[in-house]
């Protein structure tokens, strides 16, 4: 009787483990993390760096002056013409070129707008446009 109940158990338990399947697969470890700042909030302006501000869809960089020279004369070369006259100024273009650094950790930038601020003194000792 005691080797039936042992062929009987033997026998239950492989129909109680035929039903089940058996992993042959390594197992998938999935790395979460739980670190306590879910409830801290950082607004983008609170990771900018230093001169640079968020301005409604894009950023704002504060740069200090800087400043560029040419006289009149290297602009308007018909102008020393007029010394002394009054005429009509002539028609003239010219050009500035100047660079100044960005702000340090700010690597590139595309213009979406700027200001500038030009002044002109002729260093004539005559009014070249007077009229």
């Known amino acids: 009787?005691?080797?039936f109940r042992m062929v009987s158990t033997a026998v239950a338990g492989c129909l109680?483990?035929?039903g089940c399947e058996v992993p042959t697969d390594p197992p998938i470890l999935e790395q979460?993390?739980?670190v306590p700042i879910e409830e801290t909030t950082l607004s983008v302006d609170q990771l900018l760096p230093a001169g640079v501000s968020v301005s409604g869809n894009?950023?704002?960089v504060s740069m200090d002056?800087?400043?560029t020279g040419q006289t009149l004369g290297a602009a308007c070369g018909a102008c020393a013409a007029l010394n002394g006259l009054t005429a009509p100024a002539p028609a003239f273009s010219t050009s500035f070129d100047t660079s100044?650094?960005?702000p340090a950790d700010v690597t590139?930038?595309?213009i979406s707008s700027a200001s500038i601020e030009i002044?002109?003194?002729n260093g004539f000792s005559f009014d070249p446009i007077a009229a």
């Open 58 to 60: 894009s950023f704002s």
């Open 16 to 18: 109680l483990f035929s």
């Open 65 to 67: 002056p800087f400043s």
């Open 108 to 110: 590139a930038a595309t």
């Open 1 to 3: 009787m005691n080797r």
């Open 32 to 34: 979460r993390w739980i």
């Open 100 to 102: 100044e650094n960005l």
């Open 119 to 121: 002044q002109i003194a």
